[in-house]
């Protein structure tokens, strides 16, 4: 279902949804990659700029990574990153929740043979991650006032 929002962008909504987007106020979220994540949000909801704030957005975002082994006439060690972000987005008046959710990213890396190289490849990967999870929870906000505009 969230597929076919995919490259729906906020313009090209209902001027009623467009409004509401707007109009949500993203609390900011710590760290590196909550700061890009922070951003992103912003860049997606205030396309015709923010409106009076009238719901809240709160995030927490979280990495685990794991390394696997993988031998097939060469052994090399590959690490799967996962990002995950729990948002809630509540109404300001009442502190009603009207909508809780979390999503996830992953990201595999390569062997890389220098540590400068594995740690910029990290850095990469959670900078893209965080920006998709921003992406991803922007189109559940399309898709949650697309279904509650009569609400």
């Known amino acids: 279902m969230l597929a076919s929002c995919s490259g729906v962008s906020i313009g090209a909504l209902d001027s009623r949804v467009e409004a509401d987007i707007s109009s949500v106020a993203v609390i900011d979220t710590g760290g590196r990659a909550g700061q890009l994540y922070n951003r992103e949000l912003r860049r997606a909801l205030y396309v015709k700029g923010e409106a009076s704030p009238a719901y809240d957005l709160t995030s927490t975002i979280s990495v685990s990574s794991s390394s696997t082994l993988s031998v097939r006439g060469v052994t090399s060690t590959f690490k799967k990153m996962t990002m995950t972000a729990v948002f809630t987005l509540k109404k300001q008046d009442d502190g009603e929740v009207l909508l809780s959710d979390r999503v996830t990213a992953d990201a595999t890396l390569g062997t890389v043979s220098s540590l400068f190289g594995q740690d910029q490849s990290e850095a990469h990967a959670r900078d893209r991650m965080a920006k998709l ?16 505009l009569d609400a």
């Open 133 to 148: 999870l921003a992406q991803r929870i922007v189109q559940q906000l399309q898709l949650y006032f697309l279904k509650n």
